[in-house]
C-alpha cells in the first residue's frame, strides 16, 4: 500500500541554524501538507500545497518557514534560523484528488532545537 | 470557542467493550471530518472519514454524523488491547486544512 515517507526521522541542530525536512507523498495525491505537533499538544496545520504553490498557511508559517517541491516526488520544509520553541515533531500528509481529501500521514521527523 | 472539541479522557474500557469518543466542532458549514488514531511517538493514521449525516461502518469502528447538533463520534466495538491509543478528531473547516482536536485517550484493560 503506496504510504508517505519521511526523512530523517530525527534531526537535532543548533539554535540559529537552518533544517529542511524532507517528504515524499504519495505518488497520485495532488495536495501536500506539513503538520507539527509540540510534545503534548494538539496537531497543528502549518501550511497546504497545490499546484506548485502554497495554496493556505496558518499563522505559524511566517517568514522563517519555507517550502517546495524541488521534483516529482519530493516535497520539503525549510526552516530558517531555528529557535528552541520549533522543537516538535513535524508531519507531512497528502492527500488525493478532491478538495476535503482524506489526508495521509507519514512517520514524523523529530526535530529538537538545542 | 475551540474550533474542534473532544471529551477529554481519558477513557479506560474493559476488553471486549464499547468504546464512545465524542467530537463537537465550531463551524455549521464544516464539510468533511476524520477520526485518526495515534500511537504513542507514532503520525496519526486515519481510520475513518465521513461526509454526510449518519452512521459509517469500518469493521469495529462506527462513526456518528450530526451536522444539525455539529456532532461526530466514535464508536469501537469489541475493543482489543491493541486499541489502546490517543484518537483525534479532525474537520476541514472551510479550507483543505484539517483542524484537530487535542484527542482523547483510550486505554483498552486486559
Known amino acids: 500500500e503506496p504510504e508517505v515517507t519521511q526523512t530523517p526521522s530525527h534531526q537535532v541542530t543548533q539554535m540559529g541554524q537552518e533544517v529542511i525536512l524532507r517528504c515524499v507523498p504519495i505518488s497520485n495525491h495532488l495536495y501536500f501538507y506539513w503538520y507539527r505537533q509540540i510534545l503534548g499538544q494538539k496537531v497543528e496545520f502549518l501550511v497546504s500545497?497545490?499546484?506548485?504553490?502554497?495554496?493556505?498557511k496558518s499563522e505559524i508559517f511566517d517568514d522563517q518557514f519555507s517550502v517546495e517541491r524541488p521534483d516529482g516526488s519530493n516535497f520539503t520544509l525549510k526552516i530558517r534560523s531555528t529557535k528552541l520553541e520549533d522543537s516538535a515533531m513535524y508531519f507531512c500528509?497528502?492527500?488525493?484528488?478532491?478538495?476535503?481529501?482524506?489526508?495521509?500521514f507519514g512517520p514524523g521527523t523529530r526535530l529538537t532545537v538545542l | 470557542q475551540k474550533e474542534v472539541e473532544q471529551n477529554s479522557g481519558p477513557l479506560s474500557v474493559p476488553e471486549g467493550a464499547i468504546a464512545s469518543l465524542n467530537c463537537t466542532y465550531s463551524d455549521r458549514v464544516s464539510q468533511s471530518f476524520f477520526w485518526y488514531r495515534q500511537y504513542s511517538g507514532k503520525s496519526p493514521e486515519l481510520i475513518m472519514s465521513i461526509y454526510s449525516n449518519g452512521d459509517k461502518e469500518d469493521g469495529r469502528f462506527t462513526a456518528q454524523l450530526n451536522k444539525a447538533s455539529q456532532y461526530v463520534s466514535l464508536l469501537i466495538r469489541d475493543s482489543q488491547p491493541s486499541d489502546s491509543a490517543t484518537y483525534l478528531c479532525?474537520?476541514?473547516?472551510?479550507?483543505?486544512?484539517?483542524?484537530f482536536g487535542a484527542g482523547t485517550t483510550v486505554t483498552v484493560r486486559a
Open positions: 500528509a497528502s492527500g488525493g484528488q478532491g478538495y476535503y481529501n482524506e489526508q495521509f
Open positions: 479532525a474537520v476541514n473547516i472551510r479550507t483543505v486544512k484539517l483542524s
Open positions: 500545497f497545490y499546484n506548485n504553490e502554497i495554496s493556505e
